[in-house]
């Protein structure tokens, strides 16, 4: 039998300052029962919305098909599938609790089976912030939208406390707290060779190949690579993603900012960013001292050619000098 691991953060997917949303951002991972990731596969899902309880009134119903990728992980919409009864748009979020039901069919079809029932919590005033007066919400500040999560190391596994419940994960060795490594709400912890990382309420495994040390494990903005030899192993929501380098990867090889990654590799760098790995050539071999980040952008210098990096894109500018690194001025803004 198959069955489904829920991610438990559900996500407004529009803002609530310009009108009220119509659809919620669910992701989940479709597992067997032996925790086998159900890949690439077509998945029919039925959610519905509750009022009151787990076994109120249905509110609205709906159902949705899509396929899993390499990591049994799908994403979708609520509000924006096949509806069953009920209008999305008509819900009144206001008005008491809301309760999030789950059904699912890993083979495409229509014979669903309850996966679970969960409160929504924070999205439904989301919602309901749509017929607030934006000025109500002056001088809240940033902190006011922030979360954490909070991770123990115990013994052999780690306890995570995220979203007000608990998420335990086994480990194969003892895990000391210098072995697990935050990031924008989500963990990951170092277990011989295994990688293991909490995302929203999901645990995953990769393994990397050779045993892992702490300090070869890079965060940021919630995302992670993990060093492996010739190997990185990539994590971005949800998913791992691997790539081969032609040399030997130190941990000095690596910079990092704002959730983008650039690794030297003889006479090229290879870039990690919103889970996708792109490569870039140089003329003469890379040090890891000729990379330059700040805020998500970087340069590279290599002799008189410098290469920048953003947001996923490469572009290159010829210059009339050869330059280094300590030619690179940084500016950031508050």
């Known amino acids: 039998m198959k069955k489904l691991v829920l991610s438990l953060l559900l ?18 991972i479709a597992l067997t029962s032996g925790g086998t990731p159900v890949v690439s596969s077509n998945v029919g899902t039925r959610l519905s919305v509750l009022n009151g309880s787990a076994t109120g009134t ?13 990591q049994g992980l799908y994403n979708l919409v609520i509000g924006q599938g ?11 979020w206001s008005n008491g609790s ?12 229509s014979s669903y089976t309850l996966v679970g029932t969960t409160q929504l919590l924070s999205v439904p005033y989301a919602f309901h912030a749509g017929s607030v007066a934006v000025g109500s919400l002056a001088g809240m500040g940033t902190d006011a939208f922030r979360t954490g999560s909070l991770a123990l190391a115990d013994g052999n596994s780690v306890k995570v406390f995220y979203n007000g419940a608990w998420y335990s994960q086994n480990c194969t060795d003892y ?22 990382v909490f995302y929203k309420g999901v ?4 393994d990397v190949g050779d045993y892992i040390n702490s300090n070869e494990i890079f965060t940021s903005s919630g995302d992670f690579v993990v060093i492996g030899g010739n190997v990185v192993k990539g994590f971005h929501e949800g998913v791992w993603s691997s790539q081969n380098f032609d040399e030997y990867v130190d941990t000095t ?28 050539t140089f003329t003469d071999y890379v040090s890891p001292s000729d990379i330059v980040g700040v805020a998500g952008v970087f340069v590279v210098v290599n002799s008189n050619t410098v290469k920048g990096f953003y947001k996923g894109n490469w572009s290159t500018q010829a ?16």
């Open 11 to 28: 996500a407004v997917s529009s803002s609530v300052f310009a009108q009220v949303p119509q659809g919620i951002s669910y992701q989940a």
């Open 58 to 70: 249905v509110l609205y119903s709906e159902t949705q098909v899509k396929t899993t990728n390499a």
């Open 203 to 206: 645990w995953s495994s990769q």
């Open 82 to 92: 096949t509806p069953v009864s009920g209008t999305f748009s008509s819900i009144d």
């Open 98 to 109: 809301k309760f999030l039901k789950v059904e699912l069919d890993v083979s495409g079809g």
């Open 253 to 280: 090889d690596v910079t990092e900012s704002s959730g983008a990654f650039l690794i030297a590799d003889g006479n090229k760098v290879r870039a990690f960013y919103n889970g996708v790995w792109s490569v870039q």
């Open 319 to 334: 210059l009339s000098n050869s330059l280094n690194s300590g030619d690179v001025i940084p500016s950031e803004k508050n």
């Open 175 to 196: 895990v000391n707290s210098d072995e697990v490594t935050g990031s924008g709400g989500n963990f990951v912890v170092a277990d011989g060779n295994t990688a293991r």
